[in-house]
């Protein structure tokens, strides 16, 4: 039976789709992991604001549109995994033995004040050197599997409340807009008519959805919207300030070893016997909530964007386009205010939109994305990142 090609994409579809290729083109980045993200609202001054962007489980698709998709959190499917293993002091037994471990548990009783859970590795090391040093070593390394899991296990319950916390990644505002005030500024430029928009070599192999039409908000089938995608579209964007910033979950909560160990292993142990949360929930490819995660973003600064299109628009389409804009345009959506201005206009019907952005207000545009088993395995450098930062 003859295979039936998949239908051609919508006009809209299409248009994004070629805007993908042209970032990837001029900004020196890879189709093996990068997202583009919509809408992009400057970040507030606050590490809290930039840690909220990176703290996020992004879906499979080339554009990320976070007023339509509602997406998880890092930290708490992290969080989830980890409270579903369990190190089980059967472990420790069958290291040391049992009559070692029933004069373990017997010294340990005998001690005033009991020490604190974290420090059991220690007191055991000191008294096995003394009375069983045939076991010290294997023994304080099985006891110390056992304790760091239960005291990152009270961590992370300490995090989600009450009240709840943030969870802290390494590097905050500050450093963000002192690297982009020494950044290299570069340039976006686009022009539909000769840009491709095959996207099957991506990393999602061509998906691209749930992306706005021509303002926030709008459909992508939208008639208004069709009009313009039908058109020569053309892009010049100034990046005044362009980097590559790399997400990295603070050590005090993230243990990247716990989750590497509980994503190749599916069995008991390290997950427990009967838990709420088991490797498929977490990690497979059909229903996984963890399937993959942000390694760095895409910020800019001091953006100045031109659009043309070289449709000719009714008065009541001009009216539309001039009424939403404030909303934030394509491709980068930027709603007005905190310094932005966004501005529709018309010449004999054609339209031109532009878009500015002061410095100081760092725009999101980006991210690269990387799936679990990559991003656990310790990647190389991201493709261009040395050159761009």
Known sequence: MPTVPPPPPDPMSELQNRWY???????????????????????????????ARENTVPPASLTFNRQMVESAFFFDEYATVIQ????????????????????????????????????????????????????????????RDIVRLRVLQRLLRSYQGPPPRPAEYLGGSRELLSMLSNSRSATISF????????????????????????????DRLDATTTRFARSVVTVEAELGGYVVW?????????????????????????????????????????????????????VVERLTSVVTSDAAFPPEDQQVIKAKAAAGLWPFFVPTGDGVTNK??????????????????????????????????????????????
């Open 344 to 389: 529709a206009d018309f010449d004999g019907g054609k339209l031109r939109l532009t878009t500015t952005a002061p410095a100081g207000k760092p725009l999101v545009i980006g991210a690269h994305v990387l799936p679990t088993a990559r991003y656990l395995g310790g990647s190389s450098a991201i493709p261009g990142e040395r050159d761009l930062c």
């Open 246 to 298: 790399p997400v990295n979950p603070d050590p005090r909560w993230y243990d990247s070893s716990q989750l590497h160990e509980a994503y190749t292993k599916h069995s008991s142990p390290p997950w427990a016997a009967n838990p709420q949360t088991h490797w498929d929930m977490a990690f497979g490819e059909k229903s996984g909530r963890l399937q993959r995660a942000i390694a760095s973003l895409l």
């Open 21 to 51: 290729n042209v970032v990837l083109k001029n900004l020196t980045t890879s189709p093996s992991l990068t997202q583009l993200i919509q809408p992009a609202p400057p970040l507030e001054p606050s590490d809290t604001a930039l840690w």
């Open 84 to 143: 579903a293993l369990s190190v089980p002091e059967s472990t420790l037994v069958t290291v040391i033995g049992s009559g070692v471990h029933q004069d373990w548990l017997k010294y340990l009783k005998g001690l005033t004040p009991q020490p604190d859970e974290d420090r059991l590795p220690d007191v055991f090391y000191a008294w096995a050197m003394t009375y069983h040093p045939e076991v010290a070593n294997e023994g304080v390394s099985a006891l």
């Open 191 to 218: 022009d539909s008519a000769t840009t491709s928009g095959d996207v099957s070599g991506t990393w999602t192999r061509g998906v691209n959805k749930d992306f706005s039409g021509l303002w926030a908000g709008a």
